[in-house]
């Protein structure tokens, strides 16, 4: 896929009454890596959201472009890849079913032979046969890690990508962010 870049134009967003984001400007170029920092509850989560097209800004635009042309909503979406809390995963399934499902959803046919590869590359390889319910918090993070690379998105957006991570994961996430194979976007909405 070639290169995106991402525009974020005057977005403003309110909850009952309560402004969250004000005017937000911002460009991600191919290579680069924009962090978004702030106190809970400053509304990094919900900006990656609307950069994502799960919600609707009440102000303002996000365009995905490729050169000066824009992407349409379906070349979007097969752009982003997303870790967020809010992933989840089927807890009767293994993290391999899982990932099958997500490639399934995603018209990847070829990866099933791709999700060793994956799931090794996050620290899951002795683990993805095992049900997501038997899963830590740790485990579920580096899953959804799997699913990036699975999806080898050009535009990662990363919400709390280090939560319930040890040292050995966390520094999986500084791997993959600084040499990413799938892509040269990465919002990161990490505390």
Known sequence: MTSVYVDIE??????????????????ASPGECLVLTGRN?????????????LLRPDA???????GERELDVEERRRCIGMVSPEVVWYKNLSGR????FVARLRGRKDAARELNTYLSRVGLGTDSDRRVGEYSTGMVQRLRFAALLLL???????DEPSANLDLVGKAMVEGLVDGSPAGPHHFNGDQ
Request: proline letters at 2%.
């Open 10 to 27: 005057n977005i403003s967003r309110n909850f009952s009454g309560r402004t969250v984001l004000h005017n937000i400007n911002g460009q």
């Open 41 to 53: 509850g400053a509304g990094k989560s919900t900006l990656l959201k609307i950069v994502a097209g």
């Open 60 to 66: 303002g635009m996000i365009r995905f472009r490729r």
């Open 97 to 100: 079913e899982n990932l099958r």
């Open 152 to 158: 080898q998105a050009p535009v990662w957006l990363l």
